[in-house]
């Protein structure tokens, strides 16, 4: 079981694809990220999601469905050792996915939903609460005050930048260390910041050219870990291509951003 002692003990890492290809797509990331881990000593979390519930359009591809896909996280967790982390989006996905992932994730645009927050916050898995790109770094109080009232003290919070005008989004680092101020674990997600939401028309676009550069600077401001979807070839990944890592870059940037936070740290 993940533990806060997982969570200080470094520079910590969640990553995977968008979305739940295929289980042989699961297992070649699963097997680079188990490298990293091994080389590094750090803290490594998959993730991957069962259902894209949030499409631009009604044919984007969606995932295998909550209980298969969860089945299919329990497997790279029992053969890599690996925590495994999913996003749910209803107070029943919460129930049922918190019962054998290591962490739910409250996704952005769901974020003030306070059903599925309290139905997160009642199952014994970690809660990473996405702040919305609508919403000021201060915002996020009234969001943790409804997990805390279930008594919810596993929490994770994380940045992934805010809208600014039509199909973009830009990070203000400050919204980092205002985040750290309720006294959670902070992440900072640097393959959504990136994305362009809506960009091309039926789907969205993204930079990944810019995920170093922000990540860098998101370490440097005080994040305690990194969320980062990467793929073999984003380019043809299923959801969210254009803002997902080249798996094989993963680990040489994940080793700078450690450097940087051992230098702060």
């Known amino acids: 079981m993940l533990s806060i002692d997982d969570l200080n003990k470094g520079l910590f890492l969640i990553a995977g694809p968008c979305v739940i290809e295929s289980e042989d797509l699961l297992h070649e990331v699963a097997k680079k990220l188990v490298h990293i881990k091994e080389k590094t000593g750090a803290t ?14 009604v ?18 967790k029992s053969e890599y050792e690996l925590p495994i982390l999913t996003d749910v989006h209803s107070a029943e996905e919460a129930t049922y996915a918190g019962e054998h992932v290591d962490i739910i994730q409250i996704p952005a645009f769901l ?7 309290l139905a997160a916050c009642k199952t014994p898995a970690w809660v990473n609460i996405k702040k919305g790109q609508f919403l000021a770094p201060w915002d996020m109080k009234a969001v943790i005050g409804k997990a805390k009232s279930e008594k919810a003290d596993k929490l994770l919070l994380t940045e992934r930048g805010v809208s600014f005008g039509y199909n973009m989004l830009v990070t203000d680092f400050r919204a980092i260390p205002t985040l750290k101020e309720n006294g959670y674990p902070v992440i900072y997600d640097g393959t959504h910041s990136v994305q362009m939401p809506g960009g091309k028309g039926d789907c969205s676009g993204g930079d990944r050219t ?12 005080g994040a305690d870990g990194l ?16 803002n997902m890592l080249f798996l094989d870059d993963v680990e040489a940037l994940f080793e700078t951003c450690r450097q940087i936070y051992q230098i702060l740290h």
Request: with cysteine; charged share 25%.
């Open 59 to 76: 044919s984007g591809f969606r995932g295998p469905g909550l209980k298969e896909g969860v089945e299919l996280l329990k497997k790279i």
């Open 210 to 221: 810019q995920v170093p550069v922000l990540s860098r600077a998101a370490v440097a401001a």
């Open 227 to 242: 969320f980062w979807e990467t793929h073999p070839d984003p380019d043809k990944g299923m959801s969210d291509g254009p």
């Open 44 to 57: 490594i979390i998959f993730k991957a999601s069962y259902d894209k519930a949030n499409r631009t359009s």
């Open 111 to 117: 974020c003030r939903q306070t059903d599925l927050i």
